[in-house]
């Protein structure tokens, strides 16, 4: 039973495993596996090498490449990835075909690091099982396979050791890919050097050169080498005599077999079957491991990927100076007077109670749509709570629809940690100042058991009533009406016109500036338009070091200025709190305490007298916003 038919439970393309190996027996398989070392040292052999495995180390078995695994006198902690060819092909069709070398003798090779940190992220996603993982994970090994292609892919043979080589004319990495594929697909065939010149449209004298450049050795010995190691599966595999072992990989006689045998594997055929034969995989020897627990298995994915980023080198933080004048005749870009809609449900209402018509007038919420399925109206105890619902609503003023379907805004949407973040709040700022529509319809509440605090759903208060960035997001552009001047990138200017209170009526009207600055990167907003886990999009906020200042110049005529900051910081929510715990699937603070974690902008207001011009800065380090309101005191 050497052949190992390798189960994906639950249809899921991956079969991921933390173990502590004592011995896995010699067995192949058709999928590709990787082997990654997290802990010790193992012994692997795979095909004709023996090779010491240390933390660090990632083996990659392509398939029906003989392997098996056992411990050393150090204690080891590996993981197995096992990638579904059938579904992966879809994305990679030469993926069974590929030979994949990501064994280096390099610690510190810069592509290997990359990798390890790949896999690190999937085996931490996979381990821990946070929402969505599945498709996360699938995404995840789409970029490994990407990676592995396009560095770790073909190979050269040097004094007989496989090792990587690199070719940067695509149309030499091609030939030489059809030659290796072509030989292991028909090795147990009559091959010869002027068919493959033929099906390559070269000389024979060229091609036999081209290979023993790009590959170290003739194609003579590669084709030897090639039924070589595709005669280990018969000969492990079955009693067959060696004769006939040899006649099936395509050799021509036994001797021809056994002298390249011998000249790879380092003793004769007969010598191997004695000497393996007896360790391969069946049902009286099967593996011998233990899987690591959850616990222990995301401890020391964690601590890995820590220590990793405790090595990188520090990334090159920008420190970007911008000074901007605004003048008092440019053109308006757009009319900025947006009005608010609210999705809610009776779940909504029940968990909330009171406190929810202070969150309707803390966002200056004009409609509502009760979203109430038919489900609901069909019982009597809710149909009744939601009329009670209905009722009080338009008491107070609003003007209420109620909807079988969802609104539309907030339907069929996809689950996403940004949705958590502060991510959520520059999209937020970003949309309201380009939209042209009128009317922002935004789900109030996260639905669900308040148990679980992040979700990654697209509203503004967690299911325990914990305001998200998107919420204070949406309270601060409530009020801003005007026109928007100025629209950058990193910067928006808003100009509006104000009313003086009553004990100034007779004072004429006064101009009021709302500035918006964000401080962000491509790789922040695209985001938003992935289905990114809680792991990645900390990682990515983290990773965004980049100080941003921008000193503003605002012509106003002489008087004093209120000038109230709002500062929006990735330190000051709800996602931070629950990063600092490694993002609980239940969070182990009692709600009284829960609701006394501040996440909310901080607040700075000053008074400032000016002569016709006023100066105002704004300075963030990483991911923020800055909201300046300047009004005139009169």
């Not at 010598?271 to 393996?276: A, G, N, W």
């Not at 520059?426 to 109030?444: P, Q, W």
């Not at 409530?478 to 200017?493: A, F, H, P, S």
């Not at 012509?555 to 600092?580: C, D, G, L, R």
């Amino acid at each position: 039973m050497l052949f190992e038919k390798t189960i994906y439970p639950d249809d899921f393309p991956l079969n991921i495993q933390i173990i502590q190996v004592d011995e896995i027996p010699f067995h192949y398989h058709q999928d590709v596996e990787l082997v990654y070392v997290l802990k010790g040292e193992i012994r692997l052999k795979n095909g004709y090498y023996n090779y010491l495995l240390k933390e660090g180390d990632i083996f990659t078995n392509s398939g029906h490449e003989v392997h098996g695994l056992r411990a050393t006198d150090s204690d080891n902690v590996i993981a197995v990835i096992q990638i579904s060819n059938r579904f992966f092909t879809q994305y990679f069709p030469q993926l069974p075909k590929a030979c994949f070398r990501t064994y280096v003798n390099d610690d510190r090779y810069a592509r290997l690091e990359d990798l390890r940190g790949m896999l690190l992220h999937i085996l931490l996603d996979y381990t821990r099982k946070s929402f969505n993982y599945k498709s996360t994970c699938i995404y995840q090994m789409i970029d490994i396979i990407k990676y592995l292609n396009q560095y770790f892919n073909l190979f050269a043979f040097e004094n007989q050791v496989v090792v990587n080589f690199k070719n940067n004319n695509p149309v030499i990495v091609e030939r030489i890919s059809h030659i290796i594929n072509y030989v292991y697909e028909n090795y147990a065939n009559r091959i010869t050097l002027e068919e493959l010149s033929e099906r390559e449209h070269l000389s024979s004298f060229y091609l036999s050169h081209l290979i023993h450049a790009y590959m170290g050795i003739s194609f003579q010995k590669f084709l030897c080498f090639a039924r070589s190691e595709m005669s280990e599966i018969p000969l492990l595999e079955t009693n067959d005599k060696i004769s006939t072992v040899a006649k099936k990989v395509g050799f021509s006689t036994t001797a021809y077999y056994e002298k390249f045998f011998r000249e790879w594997f380092g003793h004769s055929p007969q010598e191997h079957r004695v000497l393996f034969q007896t360790h391969i995989l069946n049902e009286s020897n099967p593996p011998r491991l233990q899987q690591l627990t959850e616990t222990l298995s995301v401890g020391l994915i964690a601590r890995t990927l820590a220590a990793m980023a405790d090595h990188e080198i520090s990334p090159t933080i920008q420190h970007i100076q911008l000074n901007v004048s605004i003048a008092d005749d440019v053109p308006s870009i757009l009319h900025l007077e947006h009005s608010f809609t609210a999705v809610l449900t009776l779940e909504d209402y029940t968990f909330l109670g009171s406190r929810l018509f202070g969150l309707l007038m803390d966002l200056n919420i004009e409609k509502i749509i009760l979203y109430c399925p038919q489900e609901a109206q069909d019982n009597s105890a809710s149909s009744f709570e939601f009329a009670e619902m209905h009722h009080r609503l338009r008491a107070l003023g609003y003007e209420v629809t109620v909807s079988e379907d969802s609104a539309p805004e907030c339907s069929g949407y996809r689950t996403s940690a940004v949705y958590d973040s502060i991510v959520a709040a520059i999209h937020i700022f970003r949309t309201y100042f380009s939209s042209l529509r009128t009317n922002v319809t935004l789900r109030l509440r996260d639905p669900g058991e308040p148990q679980k605090i992040l979700k990654g759903f697209p509203a503004c208060i967690t299911s325990c009533g914990i305001p998200k960035p998107a919420f204070y997001a949406y309270q601060l552009l409530k009020n801003i009406r005007g026109e928007l001047l100025y629209q950058e990138k990193n910067y928006y200017v808003i100009q509006s016109q104000q009313n003086p209170v009553t004990s100034y009526i007779n004072k004429p009207s006064y101009t009021s500036y709302a500035i918006v600055v964000m401080n962000y990167n491509d790789d922040i907003e695209h985001l938003y338009t992935r289905s990114t886990d809680v792991y990645k999009t900390n990682e990515s906020i983290h990773a965004f070091m980049d100080e941003l200042n921008i000193d503003f110049s605002l012509p106003v005529s002489s008087s004093q200025y209120m000038i109230a900051k709002y500062t929006f910081s990735n330190e000051h929510s709800i996602f931070m709190h629950m990063a600092h715990l490694h993002f609980p699937e239940q969070c182990p603070m009692p709600n009284h305490w829960l609701s006394l974690l501040n996440t909310s902008p901080q607040t700075q207001i000053s008074i400032e007298q000016a002569e016709n011009e006023l100066n105002i800065s704004a300075s963030i380090h990483g991911v923020g916003i800055n909201m300046i309101i300047v009004e005139e005191i009169l």
